[in-house]
């Protein structure tokens, strides 16, 4: 491009540039033909009306207040196989009174919800474990919110064999429903 293209350009840039500034248009400065920069300043004030500053111009005149609220709780929710809120202990053969035994203990970990277990007992042959069950205990219990109960599934049970009763307790269900 050669120089002589350009003069055009830079004298309507200035022109527009000048015109602006008269206009008040180009903020605090205006650039003048020539390239000399002049200061242009505002009108006065209206009467009764100032520029300076009111206190705290600047600063956001709104301050904001924070208070903690808290979410809404969750509706609680559960499983409704109990069986890892129940635990058996002291799987034994009471020889006396002649039946299996195993205790059991169900812990309702809701703090609002009460709930009913319905549970199921097998011993199972232990040696060979062959999936054979010698009796069968059905109970349903009632729990509490962060209640335990804890009671005995028995089930009677005569051991004809000669041979020593190898068995095995287990929980078999423990279907959870709310009341």
């Given at each position: ?46 009467p ?95 729990v ?14 005569t ?9 095995q ?11």
């Open positions: 491009m050669a120089t002589g293209e350009r003069r055009p350009v830079r004298a309507a840039i200035a022109a527009v540039t000048a015109a602006a500034g008269a206009l008040g248009l180009a903020g605090c400065g205006a650039l003048l033909p020539g390239g000399h920069a002049r200061q242009v300043t505002p009108p006065p004030p209206p009764g009306y100032s520029y300076s500053p009111s206190p705290g111009y600047g600063s956001p005149s709104y301050e904001p207040t924070y208070s903690y609220s808290p979410s809404p709780t969750p509706e609680e929710t559960y499983d409704p196989d109990g069986r890892s809120d129940a635990r058996g202990s002291s799987c034994r053969y009471d020889l006396s009174a002649r039946r299996l035994e195993y205790s059991v203990s169900v812990t309702n970990p809701s703090l609002t919800k009460t709930f009913k277990y319905e549970m199921a007992v097998n011993w199972m042959k232990a040696r060979p474990a062959d999936g054979t069950a010698f009796g069968l205990h059905q109970r349903s219990i009632i509490r919110p962060g209640q335990t109960e804890t009671y005995t599934a028995t089930y009677s049970y051991n004809t064999s000669t041979r020593q009763l190898w068995f307790c287990e929980i078999r269900r423990a279907r959870k429903s709310e009341l």
